[in-house]
DNA sequence: ACCTGAACACCGTTCAAGT
DNA sequence: ACCTGAACACCGTTCAAGT
């Protein structure tokens, strides 16, 4: 009696996947509150496919975190071929910052063990990114040479507290313009 | 037609609103989501008395957070003659941090408007409580002159952003010791 | 003037029936 | 194998009736 693993994913139930998903990250944007079930309906999906796929809120939220943070991460590399050293990390910290501000909207799911998990698991790539974007600003002459990745996060972290605190944009540009000058 | 306020208030309606309060605090810390409805039962109270003192749950989350840090700035005067100078504001400031990690448990409320309007007007008092602590300090030889209440406050919310997203209440002390040894 | 608690609305979650 | 959506449970909120 061996369990019966389908070989491949049924097209249909792929395509809910990814349309739960792809319409998760702007309800969340829009208002973190809103009701489960309303995703689902936007996604056009019935609320147990719903749940077959994000058997939690918490589990959606976690997704959408993943997926958002994997474009940041893999958005690095043009950054880095269409703009200026120091400005690819300028404007790769600043979206960083941005999502940090949905992630503080999307609520404390990361402060979960298992949010803590998936936050976990992305500081290697984050850090590896702010490593590529640093080692080309250092070879163009634009920062001290020797600065660590895992540092400037510290430090952004730091800055995104304050910021998820107060004024919103403004202050989050303005304060990261001072970071970045203390790099150099 | 002169509208009639009431002189006093009512004894079972001053007695019914510190109910609420007194039981909010611990039902909160116990779990940040129960529901509404259940804090006016264990006060013992009809929802609409609940609804009545405190119209919107944040309205309740404010009110135990403002009664909160009142009872931590009136403890001061009491560190201070109980405890040598170091110790009186190592202790407080780990309540504080204790009391920050609740803060954080109650949730975005003090994210909001509202929020941020009472968490700005405990600025001054806090800061004040840190001052005498400080000067205390300073009398004694045990902090360098010239410490500013807000630095040691700003330190101390970087702190706790870190010890809040890792570990508890192990971290927090240890990182508070390294903190405080470095203002001496 | 203040209180209680039943009543209603809304959202989370499950599961029987369908394709 | 996967889907839909009705059905049920639970919580938020109001308000008529009481003291």
Redesign the pocket.
């Known amino acids: 009696m061996a369990a019966?693993y389908?070989l491949t994913?049924?097209a249909?139930?792929r395509?809910?996947?990814e349309r739960i998903l792809s319409v998760a990250y702007q309800a969340f944007a829009d208002d973190p509150d809103v009701?489960?079930?309303?995703i689902g309906k936007l996604a056009?999906?019935?609320?147990?496919?719903?749940?077959?796929?994000f058997?939690?809120?918490e589990d959606l939220v976690l997704a959408v975190y993943r997926q958002e943070l994997q474009s940041m991460v893999d958005s690095v590399h043009d950054l880095v071929t269409e703009y200026p050293p120091l400005d690819a990390l300028r404007v790769w910290l600043l979206r960083l910052a941005d999502f940090a501000r949905v992630k503080h909207g999307l609520g404390e799911a990361l402060q979960t063990a298992a949010g803590k998990d998936v936050a976990h698991e992305a500081d290697t790539p984050v850090a590896e990114a702010v490593a590529v974007l640093l080692r080309a600003c250092e070879k163009a002459g634009d920062v001290r040479p020797g600065l660590d990745a895992a540092d400037v996060l510290l430090l952004m972290g730091f800055l995104w507290s304050r910021a998820a605190g107060d004024a919103g944009e403004q202050q989050t540009r303005r304060v990261l313009d001072m970071a970045i000058a203390g790099l150099q």
Chains 1, 2 share one sequence.
């Open positions: 019966h389908p994913t049924r249909d139930a395509r809910n996947r009701p489960f079930t309303t056009g999906v019935g609320a147990g496919t719903l749940y077959r796929n058997p939690t809120r």
